[in-house]
C-alpha cells in the first residue's frame, strides 16, 4: 500500500503570495490532519478533514485554510504569506470511527520558505 | 488543552549502550504514538500504544494510562538511532484528528 504522499517537496516564496500544498493519503483513510513544524513552536495541529469536513481546528490565523475532496486528497492554503511562515508541513492520514482517532501515518513534508 | 512533557531533552549514547525516554502527559488520553524523525524531517511511525507494552525489535514502549506517562525503550542502540523521537497523544471527545506533540528526545549515538 502507497504511504502518504505531499506535493511539492520544497517551496520558495515571497511574503505576500500565497501558496497551496497537497496531501494524498494512504488509500481507505478518510481522515487527513495538518500540522506546520517550526524550531520554535514545535509540532502543532493546524487542522483535521473528514469527508470533506473540516472537523477540528488548531489556533492558527484564518490565512490558513484547508479543504478535501470526494477521494479524500486535501489541499492547505497559505495567504499573505510572512517570513514566519517559513516552516516544514507535514500531513498526516488515519482511519477514523465516530469520535475515535486511530493510528496517524505521515507523509515526507512540505518544506516551505518564505523570502 | 493537553500538555505534554518529554526528558530528556538531549540523550548522548555510545553504541551499544540501552536508554528510556519519558513522556508524560497531563490528561486522559484515547492515543498516544511513538515517532522517529529521520534528517529529512519524515516522522517515522515506531508504536501506536494507548496503553500497555509492545516490542519492536531493539525497541519497545509501556504506557500507563492511569499514571498518564509512556516510556520507549531503545537496546543495544546503534548510530542509525539517531534522530528526534517524538511523543504525540490524542485527547479523544472532539480532539477529532488531532495529536499533540511533546517537544522531542534529541538521541545522538556515537560510533
Known amino acids: 500500500k502507497a504511504g502518504v504522499t505531499q506535493t511539492p517537496r520544497y517551496l520558495i516564496k515571497t511574503r505576500g503570495q500565497q501558496v497551496t500544498l497537497s496531501c494524498s493519503p494512504i488509500s481507505g483513510h478518510r481522515s487527513v490532519s495538518w500540522y506546520q513544524q517550526t524550531p520554535g513552536q514545535g509540532l502543532q495541529f493546524l487542522f483535521e478533514y473528514f469527508s470533506e469536513t473540516q472537523r477540528n481546528k488548531g489556533n492558527f490565523p484564518g490565512r490558513f485554510s484547508g479543504r478535501q475532496f470526494s477521494n479524500s486528497r486535501s489541499e492547505m492554503n497559505v495567504s499573505t504569506l510572512e517570513l514566519g511562515d517559513s516552516a516544514l508541513y507535514l500531513c498526516?492520514?488515519?482511519?477514523?470511527?465516530?469520535?475515535?482517532?486511530?493510528?496517524?501515518?505521515f507523509g515526507p513534508g512540505t518544506r516551505l520558505t518564505v523570502t | 488543552g493537553i500538555q505534554v512533557e518529554q526528558s530528556p531533552p538531549d540523550l548522548i549514547l555510545q553504541e551499544g549502550a540501552n536508554s528510556t525516554l519519558r513522556c508524560n502527559f497531563s490528561d486522559s488520553v484515547n492515543n498516544l504514538q511513538w515517532f522517529h524523525q529521520n534528517p529529512w524531517g519524515q516522522l517515522i511511525n515506531l508504536f501506536y500504544i494507548p496503553s500497555g507494552t509492545k516490542q519492536n525489535g531493539r525497541l519497545s514502549a509501556t504506557t500507563v494510562a492511569t499514571e498518564r506517562y509512556s516510556l520507549l525503550y531503545i537496546s543495544s542502540s546503534q548510530t542509525t538511532d539517531s534522530g528526534v523521537y517524538f511523543c504525540?497523544?490524542?485527547?479523544?471527545?472532539?480532539?477529532?484528528?488531532?495529536?499533540?506533540f511533546g517537544q522531542g528526545t534529541i538521541l545522538t549515538v556515537h560510533p
Open positions: 498526516a492520514s488515519s482511519l477514523s470511527y465516530g469520535t475515535s482517532t486511530y493510528e496517524q501515518y
Open positions: 504525540a497523544v490524542n485527547a479523544g471527545g472532539t480532539s477529532y484528528g488531532k495529536l499533540t
